[in-house]
């Protein structure tokens, strides 16, 4: 039997079941009831991803006491410069969990080796990298005993770090699913935070170009419950969030945009969809003539899931839910990026006809063409990430075609044509 077919494939949906009988019968009396179902996801996408590794087959190299080394990558993240892309990923190499960093040129290849980010004993979990257009901005959220923590650091654009990393989330909470954006005077980082059982909800840091914090972290939406990562861009002159949060009385999830000004207040949230299920992992992306695109994981349950987005225009008008697949298996792992004149999007699919796909959203919410197989292979690939490069998007995963878990980035034209072949950029 292949290693990755020994996997826990039933648990994560397994798990969202029990979540979703336990909010019913609760009916989210209090806040202890729905953060046991938050917990649950959480432990699903644990399980989901920890399966991984301790399957895979070895790559070359020993530990002292014999036993293979293990050589995966995970989680990519990519962002598009003048000069080609900036990939960050989370390597297990060694039996570590550290951040790297690879230059890559205009067709995908990298340049040079990898560059090692983090050195310690925690856990680093969901890199993400931006582009300023002269420095890279980085966030991640890094895991050691009872404490989660996001962090932040400015790199060149080489790679090298621009002085030390900084610990954006207070001490004595508990943040997870960094991100982080450009808004052309500062960067923004996006979290979901937990201080007690009253005091929970998404935050914003501000980070000015010289890597010093401006203000206090704003509170976005205090008392979601988040399903998933939030998600953050530049939005003017100042930022854009997005999260999928659970309604526990109204037994519905919404997907939500708070738009957050550079005086810093945020602005009344936005619902984009509103429906009975469970949503997960929003992702959202900004188009230079101002218009915002989410995508994310809809109708979440055992059998299946579709991926739904919705765009919201200047002036405030949004085009509602549309559905971007038929819920035939499991769609899940999206990534949008506005490229020239539509935004460009990225997911994972489960089934006969699975693995990753693309396909273009207009300025209007619609589906432009058909999706786009970028992978063809019966392997696993999860966690593609989108960017947009000079004239056409690039779209980096991870992929377990060569036994281990290996980072490929792969290019789609401006109109949705595949470009060349797939690239292999992480270290054997």
Same mark, same amino acid.
């Given at each position: 039997m292949p290693p990755f077919e020994r996997r826990p494939r039933t648990i994560p949906g397994l798990l969202v079941a029990v979540g979703r009988i336990y909010l019913r019968r609760t009916n989210g009396r209090r806040f *202890?009831?729905?953060?046991?179902?938050?917990?649950?996801?959480?432990? /699903? /996408?644990?399980?989901?991803?920890?399966?991984w590794p301790t399957s895979c087959t070895a790559s070359s190299g020993t530990h002292a006491n014999d036993s293979p080394r293990l050589s995966v990558a995970v989680t990519p993240s990519i962002a598009g410069t003048a000069s +080609?892309? @900036?990939? %960050?990923?989370?390597?297990?190499?060694?039996?570590?969990?550290?951040?790297?960093? *690879?230059?890559?040129?205009?067709?995908? *290849?990298? $340049? &040079?080796?990898?560059?090692?980010? %983090?050195?310690?004993?925690?856990?680093?979990?969901?890199?993400?990298?931006?582009?300023?257009?002269?420095?890279? &901005?980085?966030?991640?959220? /890094?895991v050691s005993g009872q404490d989660a923590a996001v962090w932040f650091v400015r790199l060149d654009p080489t790679g090298t770090? $621009?002085?030390?990393? !900084?610990?954006?989330?207070?001490?004595?909470?508990?943040?997870?699913?960094?991100?982080?954006?450009?808004? @052309?005077?500062?960067?923004?980082?996006?979290?979901?935070?937990?201080?007690?059982a009253r005091e929970f909800g998404v935050r914003v840091a501000r980070i000015d170009a010289e890597g010093r914090r401006i203000g206090d972290a704003i509170d976005v939406?205090?008392?979601?419950?988040?399903?998933? !990562?939030?998600?953050?861009?530049?939005?003017?002159?100042?930022?854009?969030?997005?999260?999928?949060?659970v309604l526990p009385r109204a037994g519905q999830t919404a997907t939500t945009v708070v738009r957050i000004p550079a005086e810093g207040a945020a602005d009344e949230p936005v619902i984009l969809s509103l429906r009975a299920g469970l949503a997960l992992q929003s992702t959202l992306a900004v188009h230079r003539g101002g218009t915002l695109a989410a995508a994310w994981r809809d109708g979440v349950g055992v059998d299946g899931s579709t991926l739904a987005a919705a765009t919201l225009r200047t002036d405030g008008t949004k085009t509602g839910r549309v559905e971007i697949t038929d819920g035939r298996g499991h769609a899940g792992s999206p990534s949008i990026f506005a &490229?020239?004149?539509?935004?460009?999007?990225?997911?994972?699919?489960?089934?006969?006809? +699975? @693995?990753?796909?693309?396909?273009? $959203?207009?300025?209007?919410?619609?589906?432009?063409?058909?999706?786009? /197989?970028?992978? %063809?292979?019966n392997r696993p690939a999860q966690t593609p990430s989108v960017a947009w490069g000079r004239t056409e998007y690039a779209v980096a995963w991870c992929d377990a075609r060569a036994g281990g878990l290996a980072i490929y980035v792969a290019r789609v034209s401006a109109s949705g044509t595949r470009v060349g072949e797939d690239v292999r950029v992480s270290a054997d």
């Open positions: *202890a009831q729905v953060f046991v179902f938050l917990l649950l996801l959480l432990v /699903a /996408a644990v399980v989901w991803r920890a399966a +080609g892309y @900036g990939l %960050t990923w989370v390597d297990l190499r060694d039996r570590h969990t550290e951040v790297y960093f *690879a230059r890559l040129a205009p067709d995908g *290849a990298r $340049i &040079g080796e990898p560059r090692r980010l %983090t050195n310690d004993d925690g856990v680093k979990l969901f890199p993400q990298l931006v582009w300023s257009g002269a420095q890279f &901005g980085l966030s991640w959220t /890094a770090p $621009i002085g030390a990393a !900084m610990r954006v989330s207070l001490g004595g909470a508990r943040a997870f699913g960094a991100r982080v954006a450009w808004n @052309g005077r500062a960067f923004g980082v996006a979290w979901f935070e937990v201080r007690s939406r205090t008392g979601a419950i988040v399903t998933g !990562m939030p998600d953050v861009v530049a939005d003017r002159t100042g930022f854009a969030v997005s999260f999928n949060e &490229g020239r004149d539509a935004f460009g999007l990225a997911w994972t699919q489960s089934g006969t006809a +699975g @693995g990753v796909r693309f396909v273009r $959203i207009g300025l209007d919410g619609q589906r432009v063409g058909e999706p786009l /197989a970028l992978t %063809t292979h």
